[in-house]
């Protein structure tokens, strides 16, 4: 998370200074983006570095040991979304429902209206 976040972090800056350049902003402020951009990109390589560290020290057996977890996480996560899709195609269901309801309500009051014209 933390390597995604420099990275994010890393683009970000790299936006603001090639638009500086671009737009030609003053050279002070040219500078001051180009050091922001080489802090970010130096947390980002010790983050990338701390990664590559971690990932050596976890073993195989630690993933296989893990994996069914991740695995019902993913289906749980996939069932949620399922279960999102319904909510807003029940959503819809309902505000034409009302749509309908509203236009029967409304063709039976001008058909009260009507017989109460003939009387």
């Known amino acids: 998370r933390q390597c995604q976040a420099a990275q994010e972090a890393v683009e970000a800056a790299s936006m603001r200074f090639m638009a500086a350049v671009e737009t030609g902003m003053s ?3 040219v500078a001051v983006y180009s050091t922001e951009h080489a802090d970010k990109l130096a ?14 020290n976890i073993s195989a057996l630690n993933l296989a040991a893990v994996a069914p977890y991740f695995d019902a996480e993913d289906e749980h996560r996939s069932q949620l979304a ?3 899709v319904e909510v807003e195609q029940l959503k819809a269901e309902v505000e034409s429902a009302k749509a309908r ?12 209206e009507e017989t109460h014209r003939r009387r």
């Open 27 to 29: 050279d002070e402020a």
């Open 43 to 56: 947390r980002f390589q010790l983050a990338q570095g701390e990664l590559v560290r971690c990932s050596s």
């Open 82 to 84: 399922q279960a999102d």
């Open 101 to 112: 309801y509203h236009d029967a309500l409304r063709g039976l009051e001008s058909l009260s």
